[in-house]
């Protein structure tokens, strides 16, 4: 049976390479950090690293690392169980409640992955009498997540607060009994806030629930690093926030719901990600503790990465490059076509950069790009060398 499989499985990859759409995974040798070891052609060499999203720099901080330690000494290293059976620690509790006092919110509750937190929330609050309306450029877990709901599904252009209001409209006079807008607070391809303010003026005139995945923001973004959130001063009025520790939270893996407290407890009875996989690694939860210890007094590292990020936008406009409007560190230079984005790429790493480009059907076709995410670990003299390989690397691609 598989050969005939194997065959059309073969045709789709070479339709998939011939279209310049192949996604090649690159292997380090080094510990994430602003510069990395990639193996290219069998041989290593030092580049710097402008593709993670490692925005505070603490993926390898030596007080997370020496927490993880410290934590694999004492808790172990898997609870190979889940939550409800023998899976949770002391330290699983403390994460939770540190985490909803500096979001803000009233409990959380911790997941594998956002990517689970996301597939966890819909299908337990939302039934086929309810409507979720989302932004239509949401991160794929919403997307997913939302599929495995039964509820009416409404979809708003990016952003855009009169088509919102139009789809709670809608599901208001389809009868819904509970209303859900989702939005991610940054929208990772393109580095845009959401609106939230306006977002949650509109869902309390509609009476609709607010739920923002502010995975690209939070540690960062607003004056205590809260999030978008806090950034718009609305951390009373989201309803749910989901988010990640694998990004700027010391860039592991792990997700988390911060909600409302009967939310939380009913996620904690019929949320499926989270009542069948194993618990979150203890030395996971411990270091995540360092890392919130870390961003109480991290407003250097969070004006580091900010002046980072202007200096790369600026400079980069002036050069003649197409960068997606906005102040946030996620920087997508737009190429367009696919194969070139995916060859500048070639030739950025060439030149000692390193970043990846993002084509179809990671971004909507045509709107090929290279992503570029500035971090708190760059020095100002990595982002203009950076700058300089892109100039070079543009000037070698129309030769």
């Known amino acids: 049976m598989f050969t005939s499989v194997r065959d059309d499985l073969r045709t789709t990859l070479d339709e998939i390479r011939a279209a310049g759409l192949h996604k090649p ?8 950090s602003a510069t990395v070891a990639v193996t290219a052609g069998g041989q290593p060499g030092e580049v710097l690293n402008f593709c993670a999203n490692n925005y505070l720099g603490l993926a390898d901080h030596p007080e997370v690392i020496a927490a993880a330690h410290e934590a694999l000494d004492r808790w172990g290293y898997g609870m190979a169980s889940v939550r409800f059976i023998c899976g949770t620690q002391e330290v699983h509790k403390e994460l939770e409640a540190r985490l909803s006092s500096f979001l803000g919110q009233e409990d959380t509750i911790l997941y594998s992955s956002c990517f689970d937190a996301n597939g966890g929330v819909f299908e337990t609050l939302l039934g086929p009498e309810d409507a979720v309306i989302s932004d239509a450029l949401n991160h794929a877990s919403i997307i997913d997540g939302i599929r495995l709901s039964k509820a009416r599904r409404f979809r708003y252009a990016n952003r855009d607060m009169a088509d919102l209001e139009q789809q709670l409209k ?7 009994r509970r209303k859900l807008v989702v939005t991610d607070g940054v929208f990772s391809m393109d580095g845009y806030v959401a609106p939230l303010g306006e977002i949650c003026d509109l869902a309390e005139r509609y009476d609709a629930m607010v739920m923002v995945d502010d995975s690209h923001a939070v540690g960062f973004v607003g004056p205590g690093g809260r999030g978008t ?21 010391g860039g592991a893996s792990g997700g988390y719901v911060a909600a409302r407290a009967e939310i939380v407890a009913l ?12 618990t979150l690694a203890p030395v996971i939860a411990a ?10 007094s991290a407003g250097d590292l969070r004006e580091r990465l900010r002046a980072n990020t202007e200096l790369f936008r600026t400079r980069m406009t ?3 490059f197409d960068i997606l409007p906005g102040d946030h560190a996620i920087a997508p230079v737009m190429i367009g076509d696919a194969s070139e984005a995916g060859r500048m790429a070639e030739l950025l790493l ?17 709107q090929a790009r290279i992503r570029v995410q500035l971090s708190a670990a760059h020095s100002s003299d990595d982002v203009n060398r950076a700058v300089d390989a892109f100039v070079d690397a543009r000037a070698a691609l129309r030769n």
């Open 318 to 320: 002036a050069e003649g």
């Open 229 to 249: 959130p806090e950034l718009h001063g609305v951390m009373d009025r989201v309803d749910i926030v989901t988010g990640t520790l694998g990004k700027a939270l």
């Open 25 to 32: 995974e690159r292997v380090i040798g080094t510990p994430q």
């Open 267 to 278: 996620l904690r009875q019929r949320s499926r990600p989270y009542l069948f996989s194993n």
């Open 350 to 366: 060439d030149r000692g950069v390193y970043v990846i480009g993002f084509s179809y059907p990671v971004v909507p076709q045509g």
């Open 170 to 176: 809608e599901a208001t006079e389809g009868g819904a």
């Open 287 to 296: 270091a995540s503790l360092k890392v919130l210890d870390l961003l109480e």
